[in-house]
T-cell receptor
Framework: DQQVKQNSPSLSVQEGRISILNCDYT??????FLWYKKYPAEGPTFLIS?????DKNEDGRFTVFLNKSAKHLSLHIVPSQPGDSAVYFC???????????FGQGTRLTINP | NAGVTQTPKFRILKIGQSMTLQCTQD?????MYWYRQDPGMGLKLIYY???????DKGEVPNGYNVSRSTTEDFPLRLELAAPSQTSVYFC???????????FGEGSWLTVV
């Protein structure tokens, strides 16, 4: 039972363009969503988060959008840079639960 | 600037052997976690701890044991290694609430 799903295993984007990574969830009790970025041979690092009381959160080139009715969130990176090439994990948690549920990850490749 | 430190980084085990993955954090975090990541899959929670002396099962606890005798350390024990436990293991910690979860660099384990 995959509660958090990232249906695109990989995505290739040209440098300078927008990268859009998508994530769907099934558990309506999730109220906090995060994106983690992972380089090879390193642990995941926190990128950006959003609470269910918001529908958008922005941090520099990174914006996360949340559509609660569709149980869908997306991460926008603009403009995309070569250093953004990594695996991106979507994660979610329920209120009061100190545990994250992760999606399968999407490998983003930024082409020069 | 240590953060979350995992050892060993790489290990090859024979079926039936036992070993302990060590994890220590120097941020005085209450919450600690062990995740495993299989190829093409997201991170699955094995065990977690909300403080010294308290541990609980995650999604995939079978074949593993943990202990939390101090705030800093959260070792993961494999008693009878099986090929299905070949994976990358990540330890993580957080202060709790909606604070950032920090991950270690990972431990690559192969069971042959």
């Amino acid at each position: 039972d995959q509660q958090v799903k990232q249906n695109s295993p990989s995505l290739s984007v040209q440098e300078g363009r927008i990268s859009i990574l998508n994530c769907d969830y099934t558990n309506s009790m999730f109220d906090y969503f995060l994106w983690y970025k992972k380089y090879p041979a390193e642990g995941p690092t926190f990128l950006i988060s959003i609470s269910s009381i918001k529908d958008k959160n922005e941090d520099g080139r990174f914006t996360v959008f949340l559509n609660k009715s569709a149980k869908h969130l997306s991460l926008h990176i603009v403009p995309s840079q070569p250093g953004d090439s990594a695996v991106y994990f979507c994660a979610a948690s329920e209120e009061g639960a100190q545990k994250l549920v992760f999606g399968q990850g999407t490998r983003l490749t930024i082409n020069p | 600037n240590a953060g979350v430190t995992q050892t060993p980084k790489f290990r090859i085990l024979k079926i039936g052997q036992s070993m302990t993955l060590q994890c220590t954090q120097d941020m005085n975090h209450n919450y600690m976690y062990w995740y495993r990541q299989d190829p093409g899959m997201g991170l699955k929670l094995i065990y977690y701890s909300v403080g010294a002396g308290i541990t609980d099962k995650g999604e995939v606890p079978n074949g593993y044991n943990v202990s939390r005798s101090t705030t800093e350390d959260f070792p993961l024990r494999l008693e009878l290694a099986a090929p299905s436990q070949t994976s990358v293991y990540f330890c993580a910690s957080t202060q709790g609430g909606r604070n950032t979860i920090y991950f270690g660099e990972g431990s690559w384990l192969t069971v042959v």
